[in-house]
């Protein structure tokens, strides 16, 4: 009846949602020590655009047969075979591209539900000439908010690209432009920020920023491999004006969307005379050293978003003449600047452990999105993706494969490497799970899951990832989606590579979708959707959910487009990552369940689906996932009572039912716990020495 519709109309809407993973993980965080996070993100950084990558395929996709030539990365080759270290082969983007990725990772959600559909643009343009078209939204929780609430420092450098640091007044802005006009890192979560719009060249960042600094010292670099005395566009990187002494925001005004305005920053007036990376981990030094000792003294969670390797990538000329490569030829621009920021990644490993906090930080390595070759830089899509299928803005693996490395040496105690599919989107449940923390929009859809049971050993290295976690993707008209060794693509692009390899480029319609098993077919060259029917039907469906849930998003949670009319029954979008998916209270193969999702429905013992799931809420509330509603006892009486209705409603703090430690749902009066009838599988109050335990799945 009731019930089965709304279910029904959730399987057709709703993006499976991530399983919560805190009650399978044997870490314990410990608030009198609590564990900092470092992220790197590298920028156009193909899966083999590393020394230390041994897996690659040749002939690659589109059968083309290539001659490796690896970029030499020794500090990235010691932290991927260190002894604390978690490598990925599997590690994703958030996107095919740059913005959205950088979405995904701050909020653990596909990007598109944020409206954030595409690169913002504007590539090394000054910031007031460059407009972003897709700020983040606000509303939107990060996980610089989630390390903020438990009393962490924190801050971002480098590229932001989310939005513009100050209001522009575009002619005609769009819906999200017209609510958040500025988009800085100071509105999402992060206390210091120096950062820049957009991209930025890799060497002499902000030399075209001032017309004498072309002409002072050894002038700026802009490819080749030389000093010259020619600048590029001025890109320059921006702080915030208001930080205090103790470098706390003081303003509350430059936080908001709308009332921040260009007095709340400020641009870098010193020119950057070498590594752009190097000025970056400067910062980054300068903000550890004063968050381990002195009156700062706190756990601090740092991101730091490089410019390398984005075009323009031009090398100092102590890398671009390093080494020669396979090919005979100097490392140039393109393998030059990847040694370049090389160095600096081995430095922050290095600055952790002089601070003292290398034991107890996550240090966390991958990239935005696939290589993007600049026209000379002699190396081809293969090479730079070790022989996967396309590159950057392909949601083939080209375009969304990435290096994925963590280091932390409390809880890795020897170096693993694991084949389980993680992306950037894992970062949010990730953190929270290791704060021991909820996510405060819990009914918002989630597409991460965490990978702290991943980390800590409670699941072995080759253990699959949950089905009711997929790794989702959407970018254009483009869409794929991945469960497990399992990937389905629609409309795939050849992305900004210089061919569409076969057999998808020799096709006149190369829409799909497309269905691959990875672990056999690693290039995606052969299209398994015939040969599995089901499973095809099945994942194609799938993605018309994701669509459906991700427009949900947009105009009920984010809010970065016009609502629509409210839809009937429960909301498509999946529930929020902690606890995502939620869990099931068993007896036998029986679950708690409701006889509707509707106000005061009655709980009884009956099928196990999408009705009979529940989730820890307000004072540990058990409640629905469906229903989004706690379990209470019918307070028609002041004291609890045998016998009393166990049903879902409104919450109040007296009357919700909690589970306890040996399994029981206790109503917390008069000792009594939910109890289930074995003549009608209804559920009511009864004496706790009498009522029935639940087993927690």
Request: with cysteine; proline share 9%.
């Amino acid at each position: 009846g009731e019930m089965a519709c709304l279910l029904f109309a959730m399987a057709a809407l709703a993006v499976t949602a991530a399983p919560s993973s805190a009650s399978l993980s044997s870490y314990k965080y410990d608030p009198k020590n609590p564990p900092n996070f470092v992220f790197i993100l590298a920028d156009d950084q193909g899966w083999g655009d590393v020394g230390y990558n041994n897996v690659s395929y040749n002939p690659g996709a589109g059968n083309e047969k290539w001659n490796p030539n690896p970029p030499r990365t020794p500090n990235l080759d010691a932290f991927a075979n260190g002894p604390n270290t978690l490598l990925f082969h599997r590690f994703y983007a958030g996107s095919g591209v740059c913005s959205p990725t950088r979405s995904a990772h701050l909020t653990g959600r596909t990007p598109d539900r944020e409206c954030i559909f595409s690169a913002e643009g504007c590539g090394q343009q000054p910031a007031w000439r460059c407009i972003g078209p897709y700020p983040l939204p606000t509303n939107t929780f990060t996980i610089a908010e989630a390390a903020k609430a438990k009393g962490y420092a924190t801050m971002h450098t480098g590229k932001w690209h989310l939005g513009d640091f100050f209001p522009k007044n575009p002619k005609k802005p769009n819906y999200a432009q017209q609510k958040w006009p500025a988009s800085h890192p100071g509105m999402h979560g992060f206390d210091e920020w120096h950062s820049t719009e957009a991209s930025a060249s890799s060497s002499t960042t902000n030399c075209g920023c001032n017309p004498d600094w072309k002409n002072q010292g050894s002038g700026c670099i802009i490819g080749g491999g030389k000093w010259v005395n020619e600048a590029l566009e001025c890109t320059n990187y921006w702080s915030p004006t208001d930080l205090s002494p103790a470098h706390e925001p003081t303003r509350p005004a430059c936080h908001i969307a709308n009332t921040s305005d260009l007095s709340c920053v400020a641009n870098l007036t010193e020119k950057i005379t070498g590594d752009d990376s190097e000025h970056q981990v400067d910062i980054l030094e300068d903000f550890i050293k004063r968050k381990t000792s002195g009156p700062e003294k706190s756990p601090f969670m740092a991101v730091v978003w490089t410019h390398t390797n984005h075009v323009p990538h031009p090398s100092l000329p102590q890398f671009y003449h390093a080494y020669n490569g396979t090919d005979g030829k100097p490392a140039g621009d393109y393998l030059g600047t990847l040694t370049q920021m090389d160095v600096q990644i081995g430095r922050i490993r290095q600055i952790l452990r002089t601070y003292g906090v290398s034991d107890n930080t996550l240090l966390w390595y991958t990239a935005d999105n696939g290589p993007h070759l600049g026209n000379g830089d002699g190396r081809s899509s293969d090479q730079a993706t070790n022989g996967l299928r396309q590159c950057k803005a392909s949601l083939f693996e080209g375009g969304i494969r990435e290096p994925g490395l963590l280091e932390w040496p409390a809880v890795i105690k020897n170096n693993r490497q694991t084949w389980y599919p993680a992306y950037v989107s894992d970062y949010m449940a990730t953190v929270l799970d290791i704060l021991d923390m909820k996510h405060p929009q819990p009914t918002w859809a989630s597409d991460g899951t965490s990978l702290l049971p991943l980390i800590d050993g409670t699941l072995p290295d080759d253990a699959q990832r949950d089905s009711s976690a997929p790794l989702i993707f959407q970018l254009g008209g483009q869409q794929a989606y991945m469960e497990g060794d399992w990937k389905i693509v629609h409309k795939p692009q050849k992305g900004q590579c210089p061919k569409f390899l076969p057999p998808y480029g020799n096709m006149k319609h190369a829409d799909g979708p497309f269905l691959f098993n990875l672990a056999d077919d690693p290039t995606e060259s052969n299209d398994l959707s015939k040969e599995q029917p089901e499973r095809f039907a099945r994942m194609s469906q799938l993605l018309v959910n994701m669509s459906a849930s991700i427009i949900h998003s947009q105009q009920f949670e984010s809010t970065c487009r016009p609502a629509g009319p409210s839809p009937p029954g429960p909301a498509p979008a999946p529930p929020g990552p902690a606890p995502a998916a939620g869990f099931s209270l068993m007896v036998g193969d029986s679950c708690l369940t409701l006889k509707s999702l509707a106000k005061h429905a009655v709980a009884e013992l009956g099928a196990c689906d999408g009705g009979s799931k529940w989730t820890t809420g307000q004072r540990d509330s058990i409640t629905s996932v469906a229903a989004q509603m706690p379990l209470k006892r019918d307070a028609m009486t002041e004291a609890c009572n045998a016998g009393d209705a166990v049903w879902i409603g409104s919450y109040d703090e007296d009357n919700h039912l909690v589970l306890t430690s040996d399994g029981q749902l206790s109503a917390k009066c008069n000792n009594m716990c939910a109890d289930v009838d074995p003549a009608t599988s209804v559920v009511s109050l009864q004496d706790c020495a009498k009522a029935t335990k639940f087993v927690k799945k």
